[in-house]
């Protein structure tokens, strides 16, 4: 999270300004809190240029909620299949809900080649007549992003956003519907959010749990039931931040760009000390993974910096390596300063 | 919340003790934080004396995901009814959940009488063959609140406890399943505690979103996707504090049940200028609801008393009238600060 707007949360929590409560303690029934998803609202609506016909949902659930109400959304009656990319560990965790609902084709997968990169627009045979495309921009595990938009304009495009969203100019208008949950970019965990066109809200079909349906939420705009008040709070908070502090998306991705070419042209001029996981043109600016010679290094790496106040560069699980993670609230000089980390731990180990 | 927990919460955004992260920073796979989870879960067991056979999860999506959870968990393939208490406004939410999934009977509803009381366990036809038995322990809006366990023994009882759990001692070995959704006594909105048994974790059928399967949550140890990590620590903070410096449910049902007694001794000695809305035999203890002559004094009452530091005394939308919250967290000397301006504006409005 930016430093500024941690202070301000600490604030809140003792006293919203101008309140005389704290965060904690106002009910999401009343006037603030509807000003406050309204300001959040707004906020989304300039950076991303958001045309009316565009909902801006504050949800719970997470992406993996999602994964399950984008079918249960568009794909009952049994229609044609829904297009889904498999390029990474998420998306591959977006494949079995979605087959849980209805038909579903993936189109391409990397997993035979390691999930070392994207597919090229060649490699995608999209067809006209999908019920809908479905693919994640970020690979948070893998450290894979797109740097365009795939798929087909006559095809509803939706797309999770989780680790990307907010990070660079988007054109929202190519959506059908973007989702994205807290964490990241956006605030702490615990909030979605749901950029939903209005033709879909009106296909809902009838029957669904009303928190998976885009209609209810819609028509209570986000406080449908009791809402996650702290979650959004914040994540209200960080978009007035990247509005009024950062100066907009486009300033974003500037900061964010200069950061991952610093730390990718250090892993790419260490001799192959430090070697990038992606393919060059799949980078992705928001995740950097990359190994070290021997998987002993890779834990004596993380483990020295860590104690050197670099936390979290483990690599995800599935995967080991390392990864260091540069969402937007990370600076230029954090990343200089783990640069110089990495240089000192190659002279001691290398 | 209480005070204490109010500034370890905003001590721990700068800084969690001993670990040189804020908690909104912290990974929510980290050690640190599978360790909150645990506590957490450790702090209940001990408070409800819950046996091994009961899962502890924290989920997302508040009583509403709940209320459709426990009917695709329970009724499907169609077996037998589910059997439903309408007894106010949030188990009227409950019904057209459950009748989305499966065959459910309503097997009372107090809304030809304004819902003023709760059954009589000689008004419940309850069957040996229902599916299972639904009800909601405590009614917000309308102030009732069971005092005691109605349903049977033979049938699976499910109970909604989101505004009285861990304000009183409990036989949580009575209930199959309980759920509880934050921002009452359990901490901030965005986390919802599910005490589930075995037996029910089991019977989950296939194809259920995952978000939906006790199964996933049990199994990942209630971090199956990225949870609400601030909510979840917040919720064991509160849990630490119910048990070491309160001294456990008993202690603070005695605290509950003196707050409330002064507060409904205030309104019924007030020679019928506040007026109860319950029957007395259900009045519940955490939300004290009452009308004055007219709604222009409630309207002028609500609106005196923020002017004096007492926030959020307007019934619900619904109903109208006052409504006093007095959970956990309330203390008596609050309690009576309410009494005397209650007196005070008797006096000058009465």
Redesign the interface.
Known sequence: ?PASV?RE??AA??EVPGL???V??V????KWFRDVVAEAEEHFRALLGLPPEYHVLFL??????Q???VP?TLLKPPPNEAEYLHTGYWSGKSLP?AK?VGPIKTLWSGQAEGFRRLPTDAELATSAGASYFHYISNETVEGLQFHRIPGRDDVLRICDMSSDFLSKPLDATRFAVIYA???KNLG????TVVIVRDDIVKRVP???????DYRCHAEAHSI????????IY?TMLIARWLRRDVGGLAAMEKINATKAATLYAAVDGSGEFYRGRAAVADRSLMNVVFNLPTAELEKRFTSEAEAA?F??LDGH?SLGGVRASIYNAVTQSSVEALIGFMRDFQQRAG
Chains 1, 2 share one sequence.
């Open positions: 999270m941690l949360t600490q929590i003792d005389g409560l704290s904690l303690g009910s999401h029934r009343s719970q659930g997470g992406s993996t909620l994964f399950s109400q249960l809900e849980a949950h807290a964490q702490p965990s615990g909030v009838p029957g669904l749990p009303s928190m998976m449908y039931n009791t809402p996650p008040v702290f979650a914040v106040g936390y979290g699980r």
